[in-house]
């Protein structure tokens, strides 16, 4: 179970990271920063959202295929 979470809280920081990389790239409309005013809170949701969405899939996962193996 330890290392479920482990594995899980590692990839969802590496995904969550990239987006947030990736969303400030991107930043089409001005919506994380522009004119030296970075919207710190905007940024930040993205990145949490990824990473909670990451860790649930990789949780249940992992999960699923532990049990598998026991059988």
Do not use: C, P, R
């Not at 990839?11 to 790239?25: E, H, T």
């Not at 809170?41 to 949780?59: E, N």
Request: aromatic residues 12%; hydrophobic residues 55%.
């Amino acid at each position: 179970m330890k290392n479920n979470i482990i594995i899980s809280t590692i990839i969802g920081l590496i995904v969550s990271i990239l987006m947030m990389n990736v969303a400030w790239k991107h930043n089409s409309q001005g919506e994380i920063h522009s004119e030296g005013v970075i919207d710190f809170s905007y940024w930040v949701l993205i990145g949490m959202t990824w990473f909670i969405m990451t860790f649930i899939v990789i949780f249940i996962v992992k999960k699923i295929f532990s049990v598998v193996d026991k059988k």
